[in-house]
Nanobody, 120 residues
Framework: QVQLVESGGGLVQAGGSLSLSCTVS????????MGWYRQAPGKERELVAT???????KYADSAKGRFTISGDNAKNTVYLQMNTLQPEDTAVYYC??????????????WGQGTQVTVSS
């Protein structure tokens, strides 16, 4: 079955950097895109960045200029390079994958989440 495995979270000081990665394992007929979402304590989950299999990217306003999303189609892996991190970036970051499953329906998968904590 399809699973998403995330890594790279941790504790950093304001202004520091972290790199997250997420790899999709299992079977999917077609992987159309992947993305990163985050959920801070007491807040709703929000989109951070997405990337399609063709390389098109979108960013939340808060991420533009600081975060970079990239992917490796051969490895079914997506990355998120986060620079100049601020305390407001503290959240659990979740990897997401969308595409067409084995039975032909659109599927949406989520990773378990990785904690990012930015101290001031």
């Amino acid at each position: 079955q399809v699973q998403l495995v995330e890594s790279g979270g941790g504790l950093v000081q304001a202004g520091g950097s972290l790199s997250l990665s997420c790899t999709v394992s299992g079977s999917m007929r077609r992987l159309d895109g992947m993305g990163w979402y985050r959920q801070a304590p007491g807040k709703e989950r929000e989109l951070v960045a997405t990337i399609t299999s063709s390389g098109s990217t979108k960013y939340a306003d808060s991420a533009k200029g600081r975060f970079t999303i990239s992917g490796d189609n051969a490895k079914n892996t997506v990355y998120l390079q986060m620079n100049t991190l601020q305390p407001e970036d503290t959240a659990v970051y979740y990897c997401n994958a969308v595409g067409i499953g084995r039975i032909g329906l659109r599927e949406n998968y989520w990773g378990q989440g990785t904690q990012v904590t930015v101290s001031s």
